[in-house]
Nanobody, 118 residues
Framework: QVQLVESGGGLVQAGGSLRLSCAASRNIFSFNALGWFRQAPGKLRQLVASISSRGSTYYVDSVKGRFTISRDNAKNTQYLQMNSRKPEDTAVYYC????????????WGQGTQVTVSS
């Protein structure tokens, strides 16, 4: 079992920056991938960014060039740096872990609300 605890959500004005953190209860270096999802009201949960154990990253088109995902294996923590925020970025953000290649996203954080005001 892995517990994930998120922090860093809140209210930010459009154009501002915010960094989300997700601390895991055990070592993350062996996980296949770490990721951040978001879910806006009335919409499906969406993968925003992910980073593999080798450091390869993925971003959904709408956040490319604005968001950066990173991991600190020594601290068992992943981050999502969000710059140039837009009102459409408003959502509940969830961190997640994909434990093994070919598997699903096994573990999820509790979610943190991020609101971008125009």
């Amino acid at each position: 079992q892995v517990q994930l605890v998120e922090s860093g959500g809140g209210l930010v004005q459009a154009g501002g920056s915010l960094r989300l953190s997700c601390a895991a209860s055990r070592n993350i270096f062996s996980f296949n991938a770490l990721g951040w999802f978001r879910q806006a009201p009335g919409k499906l949960r969406q993968l925003v960014a992910s980073i593999s154990s080798r450091g390869s990253t993925y971003y959904v088109d709408s956040v490319k060039g604005r968001f950066t995902i990173s991991r600190d294996n020594a601290k068992n923590t992943q981050y999502l740096q969000m710059n140039s925020r837009k009102p459409e970025d408003t959502a509940v953000y969830y961190c997640a872990v994909n434990e093994q290649l070919g598997g699903s996203w096994n573990y999820w954080g509790q979610g943190t609300q991020v609101t971008v005001s125009s």
